[in-house]
């Protein structure tokens, strides 16, 4: 993956709570399991009409949210079902990360192992973000993983929490499968000192 270290850059604010997993890529896309080429299906229902032209009054179809880098939603993000096809879609877009009161448990643990970042803040929290997005492209935000604080564009930080591992994780650049072979020398060894143990076992 992609490390995730500090992120500055177009918040597109999105004031909608519920935002489920059939709004972030309806079920009509998933007949894939590449994540690539997912992000023109992110919000698809949302951002085009049955013809295939764009929904103006939406805002990943406005400037300067059509390279939004961070997402500024309401309560229950990514409720519904657990389809990891969302994330992917978010990243395919370029949303890196997504600022909401909570989120649903698969979708927010799903971000993590995708390289997204889900930051948890109060609601009021997440309309000051929303005011300040709506100022457009002079309206950066700044989300800085080391040190775990969101910085509005009035300079002011506000501190989240985040599970060590799973910073450790983002900040590295590490999947699951990533993180495994970092041992990879230690599984090596074990891996020999069953051989030499029980040599019939390995044929």
């Not at 877009?93 to 909570?102: E, K, L, N, Q």
Request: with cysteine.
């Amino acid at each position: 993956m992609r490390p995730f270290t500090t992120l500055t850059g177009v918040a597109a604010p999105l004031p909608m709570a519920n935002v489920d997993t059939d709004k972030i890529i309806p079920a009509r896309f998933l007949k894939t399991i590449e994540r690539k080429g997912l992000g023109r299906a992110a919000f698809a229902d949302m951002r085009f009409n049955d013809d295939g032209s764009e929904k103006p009054d939406f805002v990943l179809n406005q400037e300067p949210y059509r390279q939004a880098e961070i997402l500024v939603a309401h309560e229950n993000f990514g409720c519904g079902s657990s389809r990891e096809h969302a994330p992917w879609a978010l990243l395919d877009f370029g949303i890196r990360c997504v600022i909401a009161p909570d989120f649903a448990d698969i979708f927010f643990n799903n971000s993590f192992k995708n390289g997204i970042l889900p930051i948890k803040l109060p609601r009021e929290i997440c309309d000051q973000l929303m005011e300040d997005a709506r100022m457009g492209a002079n309206s950066r935000i700044t989300v800085d993983l080391a040190r775990q604080v969101v910085v509005r564009p009035n300079g002011d930080e506000i501190p989240f929490d985040v599970d060590p591992l799973r910073k450790h994780r983002l900040l590295n650049g590490l999947d699951d499968i990533g993180e495994t072979m970092q041992r990879a020398p230690v599984i090596e060894s074990f891996e020999q000192k069953q051989r030499a143990a029980q040599p019939w076992l390995y044929g």
